[in-house]
């Protein structure tokens, strides 16, 4: 239940701020699956530090919803 919860309120702020899926639209950008894009992005040392929090939460949020 602890899981739903905070995505459950992730996914409410991210619609109020109108930020739903822009992780996944530079995934398909660079040709890439989210989780792959994800990866990629925490492995990079290079990496803005707000790209690196999508990638986080794009992992995080994937293992919660049983990916």
């Known amino acids: 239940f602890m899981a739903k919860k ?3 309120k992730a996914s409410e702020k991210m619609q109020q701020k109108g930020t739903v899926g822009s992780f996944s639209k530079k995934a398909r ?24 929090q ?3 939460f794009a992992r995080n949020a994937g293992k919660s919803r049983g990916r």
Do not use: D, F, V
């Open 54 to 56: 999508q990638a986080n």
């Open 6 to 8: 905070w995505l459950q």
């Open 29 to 52: 950008k660079a040709g890439m699956s989210t989780e792959g894009y994800a990866a990629k992005i925490m492995k990079s040392k290079n990496a803005p530090a707000h790209l690196r």
